[in-house]
T-cell receptor
Framework: AQSVTQLGSHVSVSEGALVLLRCNYS??????LFWYVQYPNQGLQLLLK??????LVKGINGFEAEFKKSETSFHLTKPSAHMSDAAEYFC???????????FGTGTRLTVIP | DAGVIQSPRHEVTEMGQEVTLRCKPI?????LFWYRQTMMRGLELLIY????????DSGMPEDRFSAKMPNASFSTLKIQPSEPRDSAVYFC?????????????FGNGTRLTVT
């Protein structure tokens, strides 16, 4: 069975500081991994995804994530936080060739001016 | 591209009433998903359709919930009778295929409050 764990339901950073949102997964096969972002009163939007190939994946708005198989992690980072990054972030995992997608419980990012 | 359109954006109803949520997926998308989001349980998949056919409804909480997709451009999620514990934000999403190459496109959700 697959699952996703996001450590920290709330993360606060200062504007300009590094953003690090943690995601660990469990999967019996090499997974596909995703980060989605949800701005207030909106639906989720895809931020980036890992399927195969390069383990460092770049997404929109300067975010990137690295797939580390040995650590079963897919942490999301951004070098310098902007006020506009304040949102809720969801990590998700799916199994290749299987019609499923499991979301984590989300991490709310607050950016302090 | 208008995106996934959900209506209404907000619904307030009394316990016992019927509630119908509506969704128009992106044209050409062959998968449609209904999710429920609450603080306690996070994002839960309720049901999904492929080419208008329900594929997996194992996430539907109980018989009070039903979903239909009469055609490729319209789906409904109905709760009858509604209960206060059904209060949540309900999202519809659509995609082309169901794979990593096909990200989900979410609507802006319907915030349901049952008093």
């Amino acid at each position: 069975a697959q699952s996703v764990t996001q450590l920290g339901s709330h993360v606060s950073v200062s504007e300009g500081a590094l953003v690090l949102l943690r995601c660990n997964y469990s999967s019996s096969v090499p997974p596909y991994l995703f980060w989605y972002v949800q701005y207030p009163n909106q639906g989720l939007q895809l931020l980036l995804k890992y399927t195969t190939g390069a383990t460092l994946v770049k997404g929109i708005n300067g975010f990137e994530a690295e797939f580390k198989k040995s650590e079963t992690s897919f942490h999301l980072t951004k070098p310098s936080a902007h006020m506009s990054d304040a949102a809720e972030y969801f990590c998700a995992v799916s199994e290749p060739r299987a019609n499923n997608l499991f979301f984590g419980t989300g991490t709310r990012l607050t950016v302090i001016p | 591209d208008a995106g996934v359109i959900q209506s209404p954006r907000h619904e307030v109803t009394e316990m016992g009433q019927e509630v119908t949520l509506r969704c128009k997926p992106i044209s050409g998308h062959d998968y449609l998903f209904w999710y429920r989001q609450t603080m306690m349980r996070g994002l839960e998949l309720l049901i999904y359709f492929n080419n208008n056919v329900p594929i997996d409804d194992s996430g539907m909480p109980e018989d009070r919930f039903s979903a239909k997709m009469p055609n490729a451009s319209f789906s409904t999620l109905k709760i009858q009778p509604s209960e206060p514990r059904d209060s949540a934000v309900y999202f519809c999403a659509s995609s082309v295929g169901f794979s990593a190459r096909s990200p989900l496109h979410f609507g802006n959700g319907t915030r349901l409050t049952v008093t």
